[in-house]
């Protein structure tokens, strides 16, 4: 754990001295403060360590049928890294902007093993919604940001974990729960706010396998979905100013 917490303070050293050049999106002090497209603030359990921000602008992207398009890509994290070194739940924001297009609904039609989609309001705006079990939760960039290629070429390790490169375990499945909304001039920016908990500590008695397959009773999972919400609504809550 020591490894793991010291490599998060260079993280954050690394980070705190950036994040404020971005002027329309900063964390601080376990906020997210989003100034425009859209206007909103995000804030998050303390518990779970901000480790930095992922950008990237992406050429020859399809968008909803539209072809060879750039799509500038940023992702903010946050994680909770419990006493064996593994990432037990966390926070990613992310935020993509289309060049000379715009992002359709259905922002999450792509996602598989949804177990809740639907629509959630939040102040003045309907978000899209869902909930699904997962495995690979991170995108390539934000993994890349997270692995190391020591961690990559270091061997098999138990469990379906995988080595990060502050020295933590990823867990193999997770739930997950995201809110997604289109803003921006033309709706050129696709805006996503997802927290996840690593499956094992909502419920031990059942495999990702069994929830991936469906093989779990609806009582089981009902109970189990339920406890995650309350979860999440403990370690992040959104903002939404007023018009």
């Known amino acids: 754990m020591r490894g793991c917490a010291f490599a998060i303070a260079l993280c954050l050293l690394a980070v705190c001295g950036c994040s404020t050049i971005t002027f329309e999106r900063k964390v601080e002090n376990s906020i997210f403060f989003s100034l425009a497209d859209p206007k909103l603030q995000v804030h998050v359990n303390p518990q779970l360590t901000y ?3 992922t950008a990237i602008a992406r050429h020859h992207q399809n ?12 992702s903010y994290l946050f994680v909770r890294i419990d006493q064996d070194n593994f990432i037990r739940s966390g926070v990613i924001i992310r935020v993509d902007k289309v060049k000379k297009s715009s992002w359709q609904p259905d922002l999450f039609a792509d996602i598989k093993n949804k177990l809740v989609t639907d629509y959630e309001q939040i102040g003045h ?4 919604h ?3 079990v997962r495995s690979d939760i991170f995108t390539v960039d934000e993994m890349a940001f997270i692995l190391t290629e020591s961690g990559k070429g270091s061997g098999p390790v138990t469990d379906g974990e995988r080595l990060s490169s502050m020295g933590c375990k990823i867990p193999k499945c997770f739930l997950y729960e995201s809110f997604g909304i289109r803003a921006g001039a033309g709706r050129d920016t696709k805006f996503s706010i997802s927290y996840f908990e690593d499956l ?8 990702c396998r069994e929830w991936i397959k469906a093989d779990v009773h609806d009582a089981d999972q009902r109970a189990a979905v339920r406890r995650f919400i309350e979860s999440r609504k403990k370690n992040v809550s959104i903002i939404m100013p007023d018009k």
């Open 51 to 53: 480790i930095g921000e």
């Open 63 to 74: 968008v909803h049928g539209a072809r060879n398009l750039m799509v500038n890509s940023s």
């Open 125 to 128: 705006e309907r978000f899209e």
């Open 130 to 132: 869902f909930i699904a």
């Open 200 to 207: 094992a500590s909502i419920d031990e008695g059942l495999s």
